[in-house]
């Protein structure tokens, strides 16, 4: 693997002399894509023990491992559901956690996999969501997910909206090769997220999880959460345009939020759509924070006026794009209709647009981290 080539131990250490336990833990091993290292007593030096990740012990060797240098990362893992002795033989050697195979099946896969990936911090994830129909949503998420590559943070862009027509249109990338929502549609489970991200369509320094222009009007609920999840693992940035109902599949991805932006053209009829979408999310969703966004023909309230009619906070106010009001054309976000021009024309981003998204991520707390 990448990271053992660079000197970082990618593999779990097993320790056991259970012949059927072993069989068990090399096939989580084997689902996770990893070859652990097997040990079968107390270690006769430091480095394994000390090295490794994480630590699969046995029951049947906890008694061998007392005395051990105490460590983060050992799980005692046992068959019986009803041993009280086996969280003293926990305590003895330090470990972390117990786990009851086959129960603990999917739990012990997912911290092995997490090892394999070397999972860190996870991404920032951002949702943008309308206030009402046509306020310009999917543009701010697309050029907030644009702005956050372009500053050379790892990004994630996910088009949670079936009926949206497709960001990948929106940017332009409608016929660059990758796999869409479709293709994960049965994914239950875990993800791999290094697979993930290199199954995605590349554009704009980011990747993209967009829809196909089949008939598939929605993923079922698990298969949003392993997708989301495993974007998330990746760490950066992840920002996912969401649709403006709230279903099954919608409450998956909100309550893998960080933040919510509701945007709001600065009138009055969108303020009193907006109440009901922020209802509704806010029931899923802490942290919701409104953006407005002039679009041709609203009027003329100002943001903190939006903020207090919805009793939300206020994230920031979208500038009008001159160019973009007189109808200039563009390439990218804000250049079609239907995608609120109000908030900026073409992907460069050099203008109203381009400056929110800049000042946005420079007070949201992200690392850079190297792009895909």
Known sequence: MAGEARGVRRAPLIVTEDVELLDDLLRLCAAAGVRPEVGHGAPAGRGSWEGAPLVLVGDDAAGRLRGVARRRGVVLVGRDQDDPGVWQRAVEIGADHVLMLPDGEQWLMDRIADVAEGVGRPALTVGVIGG????????????????????????????????????????????????????????????????????????????????????????????????????????????????????????????????????????????????????????????????????????????????????LPLAGEVPVDERAAAGASGTGPGSGPGHGPGLGSGLGLSGPLGRFCAAFWERMPVGVEEGP
């Open 132 to 311: 009402r129909g046509g306020a310009g949503a999917s543009t701010l998420a697309c050029a907030l997910a644009v702005a956050a590559a372009r500053a050379g943070r790892r990004t994630l862009l996910v088009d949670a909206d079936p009926l949206g027509g497709g960001l990948d249109v929106l940017l332009g990338g409608e016929a660059v090769d990758g796999l869409r929502w479709p293709a994960f549609a049965q994914s239950r489970g875990r993800v791999g997220s290094t697979a993930l991200e290199e199954s995605l369509p590349r554009l704009h320094d980011l990747r993209l999880l967009s829809w196909d222009r089949g008939e598939l009007a929605a993923v079922p609920p698990e298969a949003v959460r392993a997708v989301l999840a495993a974007g998330r693992r990746r760490g950066g940035v992840v920002v996912v345009d969401l649709p403006r109902r709230v279903d099954a599949g919608s409450v998956e991805a909100l309550a893998q939020l960080d933040l919510g932006l509701l945007v709001v053209p600065p009138e009055l009829r969108a303020v009193a759509a907006a109440r009901r979408v922020a209802g509704a999310v806010g029931m899923v969703l802490r942290d919701l924070r409104v953006v407005t966004a002039p679009v041709p023909g609203a009027g003329v309230l100002d943001g903190d006026e939006v903020a207090r009619l919805l009793a």
